[in-house]
């Protein structure tokens, strides 16, 4: 069983800028993807930015150019830094890893990220 422990977030005004990290407990190169989803209240779950086998980065066309996904392989982390932040990204944010074959999912617990003057 593969466990995520997630850090950052927190309340910030529009257009400022946080940085959440994941760390998993298994090597970030024994996993398939690892990344980012958010879900805001009311709606669902969507991706955020993903890393595939430690090097192919994907992000969702609404954080393009504001947020960027980055990985410290000697400490299996993933960060996030989140630039330019709106409300409408207010929501919890998770970390999620699959396993080699993709058929395991494994999600972090989860933190709050809330843009608000």
């Known amino acids: 069983q593969v466990q995520l422990v997630e850090s950052g977030g927190g309340l910030v005004q529009p257009g400022g800028s946080l940085r959440l990290s994941c760390t998993s407990s298994?090597?970030?190169?024994?996993?398939?993807?690892m990344g980012w989803y958010r879900q805001a209240p009311g709606k669902q779950r969507e991706l955020v930015a993903s890393?595939?086998?430690?090097?192919?980065?994907d992000y969702a066309d609404f954080v393009k150019g504001r947020f960027t996904l980055s990985r410290d392989a000697p400490t299996d982390t993933i960060h996030l830094q989140l630039n330019n932040l709106k409300p409408e990204d207010t929501a919890v944010y998770y970390c999620?890893?699959?396993?080699?074959?993709?058929?395991?999912?494994?999600w972090g617990q989860g933190t709050q990220v809330t843009v608000s003057s």
């Open positions: 999620h890893a699959t396993s080699t074959g993709g058929r395991i999912d494994y």
């Open positions: 890393i595939t086998k430690g090097v192919i980065l």
């Open positions: 298994a090597s970030i190169f024994s996993l398939g993807t």
